[in-house]
């Protein structure tokens, strides 16, 4: 089955962020393989990080199987967290992920801690010296990274002394500044200053070691902690959508996923190889809804 003639991708927040690079990443692509005969544009809609594109869609295109909207584990946090009002995971027809960053655990390069065990093991000792930095505030992904580092080493994430910061430019330089000891952060925009000996990368949170520049760092698992961080970009449709032209969606990201010019397109945004698709994917939002609720409730939100 083809798509429609006319696509669109709507990112929930001003161009340059996660969410335009998620619907670059799928109209490129798309059209590179020949999956769309016309451009995909990508309208911009900013508000409540993905708050009011995820309502535009529920409420006023719900039947729009032209329509894409990138979402990404954020979507799937404040949806935990009840912050797209009276819409929850139902509200929508989820599509597709396609591609994956990893949360990386990462401290000033001369750093004491070599390993995230030794990092764990002075937290544990004395969690009031240890100012941890991500880029958002309490309650993002990256303070949710901090807190599972704080349940790790027995500590409540309600006593963590957090610093919320304007994304990951900021962060690495409170820590080579020494105003943080430790840092959260995604694997994308932290391994080139990893690789240069800007920070050392403690842990990636991923289920195997990535390639590339971190392929010298081990996981949180390899180091004794169950701790995961996948922050996975994809696409949710309208609730009312028709089966076909919801298939219509599914098939051909079933078919992009395979080809040389997905790989590319990926690449070239810094993410990493993940697809879950149709079923796969729905199953996946609604487990990280209910994982990030529990978290939630546990840090007293």
């Not at 967290?81 to 509200?91: E, L, N």
């Not at 004491?112 to 544990?124: E, G």
């Not at 289920?207 to 949710?236: I, M, N, S």
Request: contains cysteine.
């Amino acid at each position: 089955m083809a798509l429609p003639a006319k696509t669109e991708c709507l990112a929930g927040a001003k161009p340059g962020g996660g969410f335009d690079v998620t619907c670059r990443l799928a109209a490129n692509a798309l059209l590179a393989t020949k999956l769309i005969e016309r451009p995909m544009p990508v309208t911009y809609m900013e508000g409540g990080v993905g708050a009011i594109a995820f309502n535009h869609v529920a409420g006023k295109r719900p039947k729009d199987g032209s329509l894409i909207s990138a979402a990404s584990a954020g979507s799937a946090l404040l949806l935990a967290q009840r912050k797209f009002g009276s819409r929850d995971v139902d509200s929508v027809r989820w599509v597709a992920a396609i591609g994956v960053d990893y949360g990386v655990i990462v401290v000033n390069a001369q750093s004491p801690y070599k390993t995230l065990k030794d990092l764990v093991a002075a937290y544990q000792a004395s969690p009031n010296d240890f100012a941890i930095g991500g880029g958002g505030a309490v309650g993002s992904q990256d303070w949710m990274k901090s807190a599972l580092i704080a349940k790790a080493a027995g500590q409540s994430p309600k006593t963590m002394r957090y610093v919320a910061l304007e994304g990951g430019g900021p962060v690495l330089t409170a820590l080579e500044g020494g105003h943080i000891k430790v840092g959260a952060g995604d694997a994308s925009e932290m391994s080139k200053h990893h690789k240069a000996g800007n920070v050392r990368i403690l842990a990636v949170m991923s289920p195997q070691r990535l390639p590339g520049d971190l392929a010298d760092v081990p996981t949180a698992r390899e180091q004794g902690f169950d701790v995961d961080w996948l922050t996975w970009r994809g696409f949710y449709t309208g609730k009312e959508v028709s089966d076909d032209e919801y298939n219509q969606w599914t098939e051909a990201f079933a078919k992009l996923v395979k080809t040389p010019e997905y790989t590319a397109e990926l690449t070239a945004r810094g993410l990493f190889p993940f697809q879950a698709i149709g079923a796969d994917f729905e199953a996946l939002v609604r487990k990280d809804v209910e994982r990030f609720r529990v978290l939630a409730t546990e840090a007293g939100f």
